[in-house]
Structure formats: structure tokens, C-alpha cells
């Protein structure tokens, strides 16, 4: 099974710099495009806040996402790999699973747990959502 196109979603996290590696050893075996995504969101209780603030809040989240995947981006740089880097607004778990669905990519490798999970579950929520609703093979990594 050849693998052109790799998602690899990405947080900062261990997991996900560990994912990160991965993605890239496969990328160079296979000469894969990697496109690095990081997901970001408002808080639903603040869409009360007046709309020019709430825009400044958006472009405070998109920038700590770019700077996120810079983080990936030392990763790939130089390593002989294509790659893309997306920061995309919204739910990681519904984010993923729509692209999944839309079977743009051959493979999905991230990370078993992110930043925000509690400490003790086998998966992290995210992951655990990811695997329910794909349509392609996802790795996970530890």
C-alpha cells in the first residue's frame, strides 16, 4: 500500500512531536506529502463578547496555531519531504472526521494523546474519535 498524501494532526504534545517523527520517516520511505494540521476553537461562552474583540480573539488563536506548527516545521525543514502546515478553526475531533470522510488523504498518523487529556484513559479523546469515525488507516503513536 503506497501512502501520497499523510494528515498529520499536531499539538506540541509529546505525542504529537513523536507522531511528527514518524510521519516523516514514512513520508521519506514512501516520498509522501505530509499536510500538518493544528485545530483551534473559541470558547462557545464567549460569542457573546462584542464583535471586534471576538475578532481579535480569533486572530490570538490562529497566531498561537501558526506558532504551534513551527514547532512541526523544525521537524520537516530540510528533510528532504513535502509538507504543508494548516491552522484550521474548529473542533479537532469533528475537523478530522470530515476530512476524513472526504478521503483526500491515504493515512492519518498522530499522536495517542494530546495536551488536554486526563490523565489515566488508554486514548485520548480526541484519538478515540478519530478511530470511530475514519475511512482511512490511522496510526497512532505513543
Known amino acids: 500500500m503506497k501512502f501520497e498524501k499523510i ?15 514518524c510521519a516523516l520517516s514514512i513520508a521519506k520511505q514512501m516520498g509522501s506529502h505530509v499536510t500538518i494540521i ?9 460569542m ?3 464583535s471586534p474583540l471576538l475578532c481579535d480573539l480569533e486572530e490570538i488563536c490562529k497566531s ?5 506548527l513551527k514547532v512541526a516545521e523544525e521537524i520537516f525543514r530540510d528533510r528532504g519531504v513535502d509538507y504543508t502546515l ?11 472526521a470530515d476530512i476524513s470522510k472526504s478521503k483526500e488523504y491515504d493515512l ?6 494530546g495536551h488536554s487529556d486526563i490523565s489515566g484513559l488508554f486514548l485520548g479523546s480526541v484519538t478515540h474519535k478519530v478511530l470511530s469515525t475514519m ?5 497512532v503513536v505513543p
Open 38 to 46: 493544528n485545530c483551534y476553537d473559541l470558547n462557545p461562552s464567549i
Open 135 to 139: 475511512y482511512c488507516p490511522v496510526l
Open 108 to 113: 492519518i498518523i498522530m499522536g495517542s494523546q
Open 64 to 68: 498561537k496555531s501558526e506558532n504551534i
Open 7 to 21: 494528515l498529520l494532526p499536531f499539538d506540541d504534545s509529546t505525542y504529537s512531536i513523536n507522531a511528527a517523527h
Open 48 to 50: 457573546e463578547v462584542p
Open 86 to 96: 494548516k491552522p484550521i478553526r474548529g473542533l479537532p475531533g469533528k475537523i478530522l
